[in-house]
């Protein structure tokens, strides 16, 4: 067989043997990617029946497969790690792990490695030895007996795998490494595409764990293709902000498990180290009289109740179009509230510049937060605090009416735990039945303080007394 290069659009896939600026099918600019393929020798109709009759693979039953659920997870000792990957790392499996420099990847993965300790293998493309063995020491973890290869050329990675035999490779980072088959610089959408296939075959072939480190872009998405996500098994996203202490690991696509939970960790200068409890550590210990324009809200992140507190800042604009700035929530979700409550609430916000800020930097994406946003912006625009001891949640419709959210028992009893008092949620349907839901610290239920209304109009009349 023989090698040929060909450039393939990453965007529609169209194949030319040349790179070209502009791809005739789908017009995009600046796609095409140099890939390596094997051209197969061209024979004739009369040669390919005097060849032997190619054996077909051996299928099997689903009932003939063994049950793995659950079954043969490496524990990484780091139990917010392991609650997101669905129990510990499958054998076999490729994870791949982004998120914008200096979030913690490195860090986290090597207080794994130092766990798991002999067996494991680090393959940095990024740091030389002593680099990684000075992180390392930082974090306690020199003397754990897991070994280092600083290197990017697949070739010589693959065959120290396939020499060492480790349990767990850790790739830092996979656009640093290039196959020596194609010609385009490391981190390009080929060199991605290839040097990711390969590692998955091995991978999948000799039962070795892959812990692959992705960059992100700008816009916060791992870099290189698309497909890429689509080939390993776990995708993991570190998110916060590098100036906040505080740490959320996400999985985005989870083969083995849910993609529901999150880890949640504080960077300390001895490492990652794991947040019990997420509520008492986003919220606020405000002493006193609460301001105007802060609301407690609380999310559900898979099975794990979590306290945020939402800020909000509403002031006369000097513009002819208002402003709406969001941090930790998104743009277009707030522009909607502030609609609904114009439209809905008989607030007037059209010449008003809204800010909408989530402490701790925080990331909020669940519509249970709607509820707490919304209060935010009815408490700074009246200049009224909400309640002392109240929190809320529910998701707003454009009608102005509140929905029920799943988990509402698990919920109340995370913001009774806590201590508030007073909670406002939408209706529930079962007619606002909460077994197990209201129990406070002393074991008595407090039903009385669950306030359910129906509009969102209610719900600001009621926090805003």
């Known amino acids: 067989m023989v090698t040929r290069t060909l450039y393939v659009c990453s965007n529609c896939g169209h194949e030319t043997p040349k790179w070209l600026g502009r791809c005739p099918d789908c017009g995009e600019w600046s796609t095409f990617a140099e890939e390596a393929r094997e051209s197969k020798k061209a024979v004739g109709f009369a040669e390919r029946a005097t060849r032997t009759k190619r054996v077909g693979g051996r299928t099997m039953s689903l009932d003939e497969v063994p049950p793995v659920e659950g079954e043969g997870r490496t524990d990484t000792g780091i139990s917010e790690l392991d609650r997101v990957l669905g129990g510990g790392i499958v054998p076999g499996s490729m994870v791949l792990v982004g998120g914008e420099p200096g979030v913690g990847k490195s860090t986290l993965l090597l207080q794994v490695m130092g766990y798991l300790g002999e067996g494991c293998l680090m393959v940095s493309g990024e740091e030389s030895p002593r680099q990684v063995a000075l992180s390392a020491r930082r974090l306690g973890v020199e003397g754990r007996g897991f070994r280092v290869l600083s290197e990017t050329d697949l070739d010589v990675i693959e065959a120290t795998i396939i020499e060492e035999r480790p349990s767990v490779v850790v790739v830092d980072s996979i656009q640093t490494l290039y196959s020596p088959e194609l010609s385009g610089a490391p981190g390009g959408v080929g060199q991605v595409r290839e040097c990711a296939a390969r590692l ?12 692959l480190v992705g960059h992100v872009t700008k816009d916060g998405s791992i870099a290189g293709p698309r497909v890429l996500e689509h080939m390993v098994d776990t995708v993991l996203q570190f998110e916060g902000d590098r100036f906040q202490s505080f740490r959320v690991l996400r999985a985005l696509k989870n083969r083995f498990g849910s993609t529901n939970e999150v880890g949640v960790f504080e960077m300390t200068g001895g490492g990652m180290v794991e947040v019990e409890d997420p509520s008492a550590f986003f919220l606020s210990r405000r ?20 306290l945020v507190e939402i800020e909000s800042l509403v002031a006369p604009s000097p513009l002819a179009v208002p402003r709406r700035v969001a941090n930790g929530v998104d743009t277009g979700r707030v522009n909607m509230l502030c609609a609904v409550l114009s439209r809905r609430a008989g607030l007037s916000l059209q010449d008003h510049d809204v800010y ?8 909020v994406e669940e519509p249970a937060a709607d509820l707490g946003v919304a209060l935010a912006i009815a408490s700074a625009l009246r200049d009224r605090p909400v309640g002392k001891g109240t929190a809320c949640f529910g998701e707003v419709g454009l009608t102005g009416d509140l929905r029920f959210v799943s988990g509402a028992p698990r919920r109340v009893s995370e913001l009774l735990k806590m201590g508030f008092g007073r909670i406002i949620k939408p209706e529930s349907a079962s007619g606002g039945s909460l077994e197990g839901a209201s129990q406070s610290k002393n074991g008595k239920a407090r039903e009385s303080s669950l306030i359910e209304v129906g509009t969102l109009e209610e719900a600001v009349a009621v926090a805003l007394l």
Request: one cysteine or more.
């Open 200 to 211: 998955m075959r091995l991978a999948k072939s000799e039962g070795i764990s892959m812990v």
């Open 287 to 306: 002493e006193g009289k609460i301001p105007p324009g802060v609301a407690t809200v609380c999310l559900l992140e898979g099975t794990r109740p979590m």
């Open 356 to 363: 909408v800020n989530v402490t701790g930097g925080v990331r």
